[in-house]
């Protein structure tokens, strides 16, 4: 089993920073990639950015491309959302995934871009 927990969310304005951090516990040794899906009231959960455990392969959705940046700490089994310039259209609840042939979801946390 692995366990995510997801921290960092919250309100900010448009234009503004925000970091979100979700640490991985548990069996973690074989866990391949790791990244963050968003879903907003009403819409399908969709994908954020993902980076991969060895070699730090990035991808992200092309809607927040340039924006936001994916990042990971191996040692403290933690992967990082920086969030820069998020728009309304963020506004989501975002959930941290892990994957190692299973899924693995956080509780979600909580995202509001607003004025």
């Known amino acids: 089993q692995v366990q995510l927990v997801e921290s960092g969310g919250g309100l900010v304005q448009p234009g503004g920073s925000l970091r979100l951090s979700c640490a991985a516990s548990g069996s973690i040794f074989s866990i391949y990639v790791m990244g963050w899906y968003r879903q907003a009231p009403g819409k399908q959960r969709e994908l954020v950015a993902t980076?991969?455990?060895?070699?730090?392969?990035?991808n992200y959705a092309d809607s927040v491309k340039g924006r936001f940046t994916i990042s990971r700490d191996n040692a403290k089994n933690t992967v990082y959302l920086q969030m820069n310039s998020p728009k309304p259209e963020d506004t989501a609840v975002y959930y941290c995934?892990?994957?190692?042939?299973?899924?693995?979801w956080g509780q979600g946390t909580q995202v509001t871009v607003s004025s």
């Open positions: 980076i991969t455990r060895a070699g730090g392969i990035t």
């Open positions: 995934y892990a994957a190692r042939g299973i899924d693995y």
